[in-house]
Each structure stands twice: as structure tokens, then as C-alpha cells.
């Protein structure tokens, strides 16, 4: 149902639910005033025998009162009746205006969830009492131990211990995943002590150096970090070697190796997601062995490789293209080699469009028009409502806001309060998720006219628009480049049917990032250019029947178009039933058999790996 029918429905439904209401209590009104009249009426008739008895002055005088004090009794019940029946009729006005509009919150409820998001933003990791918390609280996990490598000795020797006591083992970055990925009750391992940067001179690398596609890499532009290292602080590191990352997502708070295991990325239909920077990695296998593994043609001179601590080189492609996004399913992710470029500015612009308009230019050229093609970063934020009422330009229609992002050499900082998420928390963040379609539509066409249409900074800078200070989760789903923008139709028709029946609003708007097809067998992007499509909501959004209404809606109409769920996020519905992993991933049985080989015995088994029925024990 359109949300402007839904408004006007839902406003006379209300109407006449408030004229009932109001009618009840002006009946209410008239009966407790007759009542207490009539009340009166026969104190005074009964005060009126008593004085003409003949009866003595005292007893004349103790009957008076006590006539009075009845009536008095008789009145303060009448004006208790009355407040029950109002606290009576209010219920039900309370509960017709519910059932007319099933997105009307109480002050209360709206109280108690801005609590709750507040008290989840200011912590999340472990505490000391052995639960370790995950962003937003999502996951509150019980393990057996939660312990603090800092070496790579120490990360093989927990394991080896690990192994010999049967203990299931599961490493964890920041937590900023909504799956069940790293949950245990076995061993949790938190792997923030392992963040620095490493020497490349150990690794006896080729004369010649190349990437995934072939193409010659500078050795001054490989990198080697130890995995546990936030993705802002391996900015700083780069920056200090006037170096950037090739690209990366809008938040840099995760851990490298959750980002990469889950294949997080950024935007641009030239770039590939953050796995595929990768160019050699060590892992850390069930048995506590600690195995360099690189594609088949990769960095490391085989013939003249040795380096301490590590067993063993592994040079082949389904092994590595297996383990870069493993979600810690192969073991634990120690260190990575990846690509890196010199350092660069970026220049962003944004125009705010009316989706209709963008959806035509974007259908040219097989899904790759609209400016795809033209610019190194591209992305679309599309409002999941139309407002009706609005009596700007944008009334009727639906709007949406273009970004996209080149080189630039002019290294001067167009700075704007408004840019991005940041700027526009304080109208995004406070009651919206409590609003109806309408009033969400509006809102969020007033935060695409305040963000900044300007911003002229280093890359990395011009990435992050602050995401985590507004306190939310998603799900986002993979689709080729012919195929998205039908997806975004189901989406835009799954939200108004979430409308019409009362089960939950969209309380963001969603977004379209293009990204260059990954070599990883395991990436939502492996094999094909592809579209992510990410949905998020605000944190505490109230749902019927929980704060996952939508979520769960997304993953019944997307599955059915074969779209591939983004691993860091939404996707708890996700099973391996029908042999679905095989139809959504062609190599997944590679993949299934690296896994059955370096993780044989079940140490990194867990829920998820239960779920998706691809654990080793």
C-alpha cells in the first residue's frame, strides 16, 4: 500500500477514534455530574427531616454529620468511578490509535530505547568478568577463556594447547559483525596485541612482483602488517610513508583481518574489495602450525624461502583464494602482505537526484551507466519513502543522493560540519526510528539537503563518514551488474508491505556500492562485477515482532534472486539447505575442501559453522 493512502487511513481511523473517545467522556462528564446532584439533592432532603424532628439537639447534630459524611463518601466514590472510567476510555482511544497506526510509540518506549543505545555505543569487547560484548550488544558471549596473543609464538602455542584439551577456538577483532560469526564456548581469542607493523626483509620475495591480474607491483608498495591491526591505525602507519590503502569501506574501526575475512570493501566498480589487497598471508592452523600461503604465482621466492617461525610456504591458488575470506573458519589470521599505493587526495562531490531520473541513466549501458564508469568511487543513498506532504520539490517523488569521488591534486581541505553521517547524526539519530513512513521521508530528504555537496581531503579521510556514531546494524546483499537495480525494486516493494502491515519501518536510507569482482571464492563479489546493496536501520527500531522485522523480510525476497549476503553483517537466516552455498558460490566445495584440510577436528567450529553445515567435527 502507497504510504500517502496509509497516512490519510490511518489519520481518520485516529480521527474517529479520538471522537469516540472524547464522546465517551463528555457522557462520562454529564452522568458523574448528575450523580453528584442527585447526591446532594438527598443530603439536603434527609438534613431537612432531621431538623424539623422532634428529636434532642445532640442527636440532631450527630445525625447531620454523619448524613454528610455519607454523602461525602457517596461523592468521593463517584469521582473514583469516574477516573477509572477515564483511565478505561484512555486505554482504548491508546489502543485504537495503535491499531489505526502501528507505528505510534509511547514517550516511554522512545525513553527506554535512546537509554538502551546510549549505554550500547559506550562499550562493547570484554569485561572482567570473562562476557565479552559485541557492537551494540548483539552478541554477548560466555567463553571458557578469553585470551590476549601478542606474538606469534604465543597465538601457535594457544592453539597447540587448545588442541591437546579438545577446546574449540575462536579469533575476534572489534566485534562490528551482526552474525553469529565468532561466537564460542570454547576459547576466545582477541587479537588487538597483534598490531604491528612488520619488516618485509624476512620474506625472500621474487625480482619480479605481481597482483592478482598480473600486473607489475613496486616492492616499495607491499605492506606487511600483523592482522589484529585496526584499519585506522594501518592508515596512520601508511601515512607516515606517504602511503594510502587502494581503497576501504566508511568505518575504519575493525580489525584488518575481520574486515578482510568477511570481505568488507569499499566503492568503486575499479576496485576490488579489501581480500583481494592481499597478497600473502600466514595462518595459524589447527595443528599450531603457522603457514605463509600465497596464490600459485605469488611474491615469495619458493626455491629461496625460509623465514622463522613459520613451518611451511603453500603456493596455490584455492588454498589462498580460500582462506582470504574464511570468516576464521581456517584457522587464525596472523599477519597479511598487501598492495598499497602512494598517498592521495580525493575530491568528493554529492548531488541530491530523484531516483526515478538516476534509475534510467544507471540502466544504460548493462547496469554500468550514470557515472559508474567515469569516476574512480561511486555510490547512491535512496530514500526508502516518497514523501506525500512535503510541499518542496521533492514531493511525490523520490529522492536520492549521488557521491562520487576522484583524484585530485589539490591538497586543500573544503571541509563541511554536514558531510556525511557525522554531520547529519542530530536529525537521523533522534526520533526517526519512531516515526511513520511519512515523517521518515521527510527527514531523510532534509539530511540529503544539509550534507555537505563539497569535501577535499586525504583518501582515507573522505572515506570515513562516521557510522558508528549513530549506532546501527544491516544486512547487505551482493547482485550483478545486470541485475541490481530489479533487486532494489523488490527491496523498495518488500519495505511498503512492511508498511501496510504494520511490521516496521525503514529507518535510513539504503545505499549502492559498486565494486570490481574478487578473486576470492567466498567473496559476495568473487567471479562478477557486482552492486552491494546494504539496508541498514537504526539501533532500538521498534518492529513487530521484533527489532528484525525487515531483516528477516530482506532475506525471504533477496534469497529468492540468488543475491549474496555480505558476511560482516545481517544475515542470521542464511542455511546451507538444497545446497544453497553451491548454487550462490561456484567454488564453494573448493572451498569446503581447504577448510576440511586445515581445520580438520572441529577447533573452529561454532553456531555459524553448525548453521551453514560446514563444520569439521
Known amino acids: 500500500m502507497p504510504h500517502d493512502r496509509y497516512r490519510r487511513e490511518a489519520r481518520r481511523e485516529k480521527k474517529e477514534a479520538r471522537r469516540e473517545a472524547r464522546g465517551e467522556k463528555k457522557v462520562l462528564r454529564r452522568e458523574t455530574r448528575e450523580a453528584k446532584k442527585e447526591t446532594r439533592r438527598e443530603k439536603r ?10 428529636l434532642p439537639h445532640a442527636e440532631k447534630r450527630e445525625l447531620k454529620r454523619e448524613i454528610r459524611r455519607d454523602a461525602a463518601e457517596r461523592i468521593r466514590d463517584i469521582r473514583t468511578e469516574k477516573k477509572e472510567r477515564k483511565a478505561e476510555i484512555r486505554e482504548d482511544r491508546a489502543r485504537a490509535l495503535a491499531e489505526a497506526d502501528p507505528f505510534r510509540w509511547s514517550d516511554a518506549q522512545k525513553h527506554e530505547v535512546n537509554i538502551r543505545t546510549r549505554r550500547v555505543l559506550e562499550f562493547y569487547g570484554d569485561d572482567r568478568n570473562g562476557t565479552w560484548f559485541s557492537y551494540l550488544h548483539i552478541h554477548q558471549i560466555a567463553p571458557s577463556e578469553i585470551l590476549h596473543p601478542q606474538t606469534l609464538q604465543e597465538l ?21 559483525s551482526f552474525s553469529d560469526i565468532y561466537r564460542t564456548d570454547g576459547i576466545l581469542v582477541d587479537t588487538h596485541r597483534l598490531d604491528r607493523v612488520l619488516p618485509l626483509d624476512a620474506l625472500r620475495l621474487r625480482d619480479s612482483l605481481a597482483d592478482h591480474d598480473g600486473n607489475p607491483v613496486e616492492r616499495r608498495h607491499l605492506f606487511q602488517i600483523e592482522a589484529g591491526m585496526r584499519i585506522q591505525k594501518l592508515n596512520e602507519e601508511l601515512d607516515r610513508r606517504d602511503l594510502g590503502v587502494l581503497n576501504m569501506g566508511s568505518y575504519d574501526g575493525q580489525t584488518f583481518a575481520g574486515a578482510a575475512s568477511t570481505s568488507t570493501h569499499g566503492t568503486g566498480i575499479g576496485l576490488p574489495p579489501i581480500p583481494d589487497m592481499i597478497l600473502s598471508l600466514v595462518l595459524v592452523t589447527a595443528r599450531g602450525e603457522a603457514l605463509r600461503i600465497e596464490p600459485t604465482n605469488g611474491i615469495s621466492d619458493a626455491r629461496a624461502w625460509r623465514e622463522d617461525g613459520i613451518e611451511r610456504l603453500i603456493q596455490d591458488d584455492d588454498t589462498f583464494y580460500s582462506v582470504t575470506v574464511s570468516m576464521g573458519c581456517m584457522g587464525i589470521l596472523y599477519s597479511a602482505v598487501i598492495q598499497v599505493r602512494d598517498a592521495y587526495w580525493l575530491e568528493e562531490r554529492k548531488e541530491r537526484m530523484d531516483w526515478d531520473d538516476l534509475r534510467e541513466r544507471l540502466r544504460e ?8 564508469l567515469d ?9 526508502p519513502y516518497v514523501s506525500h506532504m512535503s510541499t518542496g520539490h521533492d514531493r511525490g517523488r523520490r ?8 583524484f585530485t591534486d589539490r591538497k586543500r581541505h573544503y571541509a563541511h560540519e554536514t558531510r556525511g553521517v557525522r554531520g547529519a547524526e542530530r536529525w537521523k539519530a533522534r526520533d526517526v526510528k519512531f516515526m511513520d513512513p511519512e515523517g521518515t521521508a521527510r527527514t531523510i530528504n532534509t539530511a540529503f539537503r544539509l550534507m555537505g555537496k563539497h569535501y577535499i581531503n586525504v583518501g582515507h579521510r573522505v572515506f570515513i563518514v562516521g557510522a558508528d556514531e549513530v549506532g546501527g546494524y544491516a544486512c547487505e546483499w551482493g547482485f550483478p551488474m545486470n541485475r541490481y537495480l530489479d533487486a532494489v525494486d523488490v527491496i523498495l516493494g518488500v519495505i511498503d508491505q512492511a508498511v501496510h502491515e504494520g511490521a516496521q519501518v525503514a529507518t535510513s536510507p539504503f545505499s549502492l556500492r559498486f565494486v570490481r569482482a574478487a578473486k576470492a571464492y567466498l567473496s559476495p563479489q568473487h567471479g562478477r562485477d557486482t552492486c552491494m546493496i546494504e539496508m541498514p536501520m537504526l539501533y532500538g527500531t521498534p518492529g513487530r515482532p521484533d527489532e528484525y522485522a525487515l ?17 560482516g553483517l545481517e544475515f542470521s537466516d542464511l542455511t546451507n539447505e538444497g545446497g544453497l552455498l553451491e548454487q550462490l558460490y561456484e567454488r564453494f566445495r573448493i572451498w569446503r575442501d581447504v577448510r576440511r584440510r586445515l581445520a580438520s577436528g572441529g577447533m573452529f567450529d561454532n553456531v555459524f559453522t553448525d548453521r551453514l553445515g560446514i563444520s569439521t567435527g
Request: hydrophobic share 35%; net charge positive.
Open 551 to 567: 531483516m528477516h523480510r530482506y532475506y525471504d525476497a533477496l534469497i529468492r534472486l540468488r543475491g549474496r549476503p555480505h558476511w
Open 399 to 406: 529522492q536520492c543522493l549521488l557521491t562520487w569521488r576522484d
Open 45 to 54: 432532603e434527609e438534613l431537612k427531616e432531621v431538623r424539623r424532628s422532634d
Open 365 to 372: 549501458q548493462g547496469g554500468y551507466g550514470g557515472g559508474i
Open 156 to 176: 601457535k602455542d594457544l592453539v597447540r594447547r587448545a588442541a591437546a584439551k579438545g577446546a574449540h577456538v575462536r579469533a575476534v577483532g572489534s566485534g562490528h
Open 375 to 383: 569516476h574512480r568511487h561511486f555510490d547512491v543513498l535512496i530514500n
